[in-house]
């Protein structure tokens, strides 16, 4: 079976940083693009971030930009979220899933495992 999960819940001020890890197992690593999402009850799913397979090009949404990064490793089947300068409005359950091809094909992402919840105070 595929499964990734996120992991690296945490509570931070206003301005913290956080790292959330996506553990992905029962599939070729290399052969999908890795996205990040979050969701907050009463606020749209978001697709925050993802990394191609192919080439390693990265996608932010503008609410991100500039604060997030994305990696990944694929010798240890490992994607990470590296999160800086964070807002309030950035506390959401956070979720990795994998695409259906090593390109980025927004809206085509599958296999959430459960999410990792990120909380930040102002």
């Known amino acids: 079976d595929v499964q990734l999960q996120a992991s690296g819940e945490g509570l931070v001020q206003a301005g913290g940083s956080l790292r959330l890890s996506c553990a992905a197992s029962?599939?070729?690593?290399?052969?999908?693009?890795i996205g990040w999402f979050r969701q907050d009850p009463g606020k749209k799913h978001e697709e925050v971030s993802c990394?191609?397979?192919?080439?390693?090009?990265?996608y932010y949404a503008e609410s991100v930009k500039g604060r997030f990064t994305i990696s990944r490793d694929t010798a240890k089947n490992m994607a990470y979220l590296e999160m800086n300068s964070l807002k309030p409005e950035d506390t959401a359950t956070y979720y990795c899933?994998?695409?259906?091809?090593?390109?980025?094909?927004?809206?085509?992402?599958?296999?959430w495992g459960q999410g990792t919840q990120v909380t930040v105070s102002s």
């Open positions: 029962g599939l070729t690593f290399d052969d999908y693009a």
């Open positions: 899933a994998r695409g259906t091809s090593p390109a980025n094909e927004p809206g085509q992402y599958y296999d």
């Open positions: 990394i191609t397979s192919s080439d390693g090009i990265e």
